[in-house]
């Protein structure tokens, strides 16, 4: 699971605190599917899920409230924090 938090570029930001990358290279290879097939694959098994996505925006992608989703994602750096507050501003 490390390698597909780490190494197949769907993800982006501090290793704590990962969001999905915005990469259309990324999503013609269909490396998003894949990925999303391998953690599948693994929780089903027992295994571990991917421990490092962002957990307040995680928390606002399946529907928790978050108060003040641009406090929290002042903490990512770069291209990760300009995609995450497009993403938030959208829904």
Request: hydrophobic share 40%; with cysteine.
């Amino acid at each position: 699971m490390k390698a597909t938090a780490t190494e197949m570029g769907v993800l982006e930001g501090p290793p704590d605190k990962m969001i999905f990358s915005c990469c259309l290279d990324l999503l013609r290879q269909d490396k998003y599917r894949m990925a999303g097939q391998l953690v599948h694959w693994s929780l089903m098994n027992g295994g571990p899920g991917i421990p490092v996505l962002h957990a307040v925006l995680y928390d606002f992608w399946v529907g928790i409230d978050v108060q003040n989703i641009s406090d929290y994602i002042s903490d990512l750096g770069g291209q990760a924090k300009d995609v995450g507050l497009q993403v938030a501003y959208r829904c």
